[in-house]
Nanobody, 120 residues
Framework: QVQLVESGGGLVQAGGSLRLSCAASGRTFSTYGMGWFRQAPGKEREFVST????????DYADSVKGRFTISRDNAKNTLYLQMNSLKPEDTAVYYCAVGWGRQPGAYDYWGQGTQVTVSS
């Protein structure tokens, strides 16, 4: 079992930045990959980024590549998502999850989500 708690969401103007955090507890953090997904109202949950258990390999959706950076601190059991140059279309609830890859079905545990709102 893994428990995940996201934080760091909020309201920001277009062009601004936010850093999301995901605190994990339960299983040893360094033994599993992690990912970020997001879901906007009326839309399906979509892949944002993923990172392997060591942090040595990452993958990003084309829509966020070059603007978002995923990272992890295995000593602090925490996953991060640094979001720069935010756009109104980035507005969504952001979820962290345990797993690897681009498909939501490949993830076992999910956090409750944190709202990110980008105003134009």
């Amino acid at each position: 079992q893994v428990q995940l708690v996201e934080s760091g969401g909020g309201l920001v103007q277009a062009g601004g930045s936010l850093r999301l955090s995901c605190a994990a507890s339960g299983r040893t953090f360094s033994t599993y990959g992690m990912g970020w997904f997001r879901q906007a109202p009326g839309k399906e949950r979509e892949f944002v980024s993923t990172i392997n258990r060591s942090g040595g390999y990452t993958d990003y959706a084309d829509s966020v590549k070059g603007r978002f950076t995923i990272s992890r601190d295995n000593a602090k059991n925490t996953l991060y998502l640094q979001m720069n140059s935010l756009k109104p279309e980035d507005t969504a609830v952001y979820y962290c999850a345990v797993g690897w890859g681009r498909q939501p079905g490949a993830y076992d545990y999910w956090g409750q989500g944190t709202q990110v709102t980008v105003s134009s």
